[in-house]
């Protein structure tokens, strides 16, 4: 595998479900991001993690819950969503948060989610 | 309140010609300015970036034009092929604003006719 890859890449729920979305990095990158797409908006920034720490939580709801268990791999819990919850989760990768002066993410192909 | 811009959701030109897309914004502190290619069902691809000290940058077909006075960015194709047909997304960030994240426009679809 190269790249960044995500699991799965469709998922339907229900809102009492409780689901779990995954990514893993091939890239030897240190930082790792949680996007949401919502349709006709522009990708919105959840959650961003730097060596394994939660360095940002952009005003998330408390029903998605991010894991970093190390620096390749990165999960985003769900529980008790809503069906405007309903997206395309990207997740992204990068050496660092910018302090190599390097900016560039890397994406996955993302996870399109249903939530019924 | 958006603070990257992308004002035609689409473009559609003629292979061969020059396709330009345009973004603006109107956060300050943006001073690294990235585009990003997307196809359906597939994660945006890094295409090009410039730093706020250039005004362009130059990758094969691909020109990156940045007006800092105009908080004005745009990517030039040239020319155009029926494989850059895709969804266009302009991304900026704030170097000195820590783990802040890309902050992404819109998009413009970009549709080459043959």
């Known amino acids: 595998e190269t790249g960044v890859t995500q699991t799965p890449r469709h998922l339907v729920m229900g809102m009492t479900n409780k689901k779990s979305l995954k990514c893993e990095q091939h890239?030897?990158?240190?930082?790792m991001y949680w996007y949401k797409q919502s349709a006709k908006k522009p990708l919105e920034l959840m959650f961003v993690y730097s060596l394994e720490e939660r360095v940002e939580n952009n005003s998330v709801p408390s029903r998605f819950s991010p894991e970093c268990p190390n620096s390749s791999h990165l999960f985003l819990h769900l529980h008790t969503l809503q069906p405007e919850d309903s997206a395309l989760y990207l997740c992204?990768?990068?050496?660092?948060?910018?302090?190599?002066?390097?900016?560039?993410?890397?994406f996955g192909p993302g996870t399109r989610l249903t939530v019924t | 309140d958006q603070q990257v811009k992308q004002n035609s959701p689409s473009l559609s030109v003629q292979e061969g010609r020059i396709s330009i897309l345009n973004c603006d914004y109107t956060n300050s502190m943006f001073d690294y300015f990235l585009w990003y290619k997307k196809y359906p069902a597939e994660g945006p691809t890094f295409l090009i970036s410039i730093s706020s000290i250039k005004d362009k940058n130059e990758d094969g077909r691909f020109t990156v034009f940045l007006n800092k006075s105009a908080k004005h960015l745009s990517l030039h194709i040239v020319p155009s092929q029926p494989g850059d047909s895709a969804v266009y997304f302009c991304?900026?960030?704030?170097?000195?604003?820590?783990?802040?994240?890309?902050?992404f426009g819109k998009g413009t679809h970009l549709i080459i006719q043959p």
């Open positions: 991304a900026a960030t704030d170097s000195g604003g820590g783990a802040d994240g890309l902050t």
């Open positions: 992204a990768s990068s050496q660092d948060t910018g302090t190599s002066g390097i900016y560039e993410q890397y």
């Open positions: 890239l030897g990158h240190n930082a």
